[in-house]
Structures are given as structure tokens and as C-alpha cells.
């Protein structure tokens, strides 16, 4: 686990002066008492604040509402997933077996969760700067080749646009599961066009996180069929 936490480390671009830490971090509730979700609670924190600074330094001109919707898309589970993905965190998880063989090293949401520890460790270990650091390494680089209108519609809003340009009567969306303890749980949404026959689901720490998740699948599912000769093209 050493050598994978060096390697962790390197792509991160942070070296932990307290080893323990970083190892907090990537302890799942499952595999111990030693586990992530305090560590998770103060890097959500610490990730808003951090994601705010350096939008309000590359998008000087924008004003507070789109600002606020840049952020919630940068710091939404499923970024916070394809980060965790690309930071190869499933193969240095710390799960029970149990747990492991259910899948949870790719589970969006202990992978999201991890992120956020992460960033709490980052923290602790090292302050605000060293935070503001890694949070510049790892989304840095989205920030600075984005434009803020890009960001401005939120999944639902855009997928209820796209069927209403087209005459197409707005989506449904519902529960159909829910997994975990009171405090902890994760929601599983689906999303439905009757017009279409279409359906999609998506997962969250909420109800409206999921409901965004199944509007976005299902939306690219849509542009993806909307191209000439497709079979939703109006």
C-alpha cells in the first residue's frame, strides 16, 4: 500500500506530512472506526470555499448566480466521481470485503466522498493554502478553458428545454431506490419521457442529485440520437 500511496500522492501533487491522514482519507466506514466522513465533511467545506476563490479570480465579469451554478457543477458527485477515477482512488480504497465485493470501490458516491476527505485531509495536514493547492491541481485546468454560460443550466433545466423545443410533453421523474443508513443515504432516481419510451436512472446523496444525474444520461442520450438521419431528429 506504500508504494500505491506514493504514487497517489505524486498525482495529487501534495506530499502529507502526516501519513495518517491521507490514510483516514481513503477508509471507508465499512472497513473501520478510523474512517473518512469527518475528514469528507470539512473538505466539502473546504472544496466550496476553494472552487469559489478561483472562480471568482478567473471569472471576474460574472455575476453571483452564475458563479453559484459553475461551482455547484464542478463540485457535483459526478465530477467529483470522474476525479476520483481519474486520481485512481478505487485501487487504493480502504473497504471491508464485504463491501469490496459489492462493487464499492466504483460506487460514485464513496468514491465522491473520498475526494472530499481528501481535500479535508489536504487541510489539516497542511492549511488553507495547501488545500487551495490541490483543489488548483485538480480542477485548475476545467476552470481555466471554461466559459461560465456553459455552465449555467443545470441538467433538468437543460433537458426540459431540449423536449420543449421540440414539442415533446416534459419528463417524469421518480424514486425507485434507496440504499444505505438514515444519515447516509443514497437515492436512485428514474427519469422517464413517455413520448419517447425513454428512461434513465441516476444515483445521489439527494433526491435532486439524483434527479440530475438521470436528466443528464438521459439528455446525451437524446444529442446523441439528434444528428441527421438520427431517429429524434425533429
Known sequence: ???????????????????????????????????????????????????????????GGSDEGDLTRVRAHLVREESLHRTALALGLPDVMRLSEGEARGGGAQRPSILADAVEALIGAAYLDGGFDR????????????????????????????????????????????????????HAQTFEVECEVPALSLTETGQGRSRRAAEQEAARRLLDALKASDRPGGPLRS
Open 1 to 59: 500500500m506504500d508504494s500505491r500511496l506514493d504514487s497517489l500522492q505524486k498525482r495529487l501533487g501534495v506530499r502529507f506530512t502526516e501519513q495518517a491522514l491521507l490514510t483516514r482519507a481513503l477508509t471507508h466506514r465499512s472497513f473501520g472506526a478510523d474512517h473518512n466522513e469527518r475528514l469528507e465533511f470539512l473538505g466539502d467545506a473546504v472544496l466550496n470555499l476553494a472552487v469559489s476563490s478561483l472562480l471568482f479570480e478567473r471569472f
Open 131 to 182: 488545500a487551495l493547492e490541490l483543489v488548483r491541481r485538480l480542477f485548475g485546468e476545467v476552470i481555466a478553458a471554461g466559459e461560465a454560460n456553459a455552465w449555467t443550466k443545470d441538467a433538468k433545466t437543460e433537458l426540459q428545454e431540449w423536449l420543449q423545443a421540440r414539442r415533446i410533453a416534459v419528463p417524469t421523474y421518480r424514486i425507485v431506490g434507496t440504499t444505505g443508513q438514515a
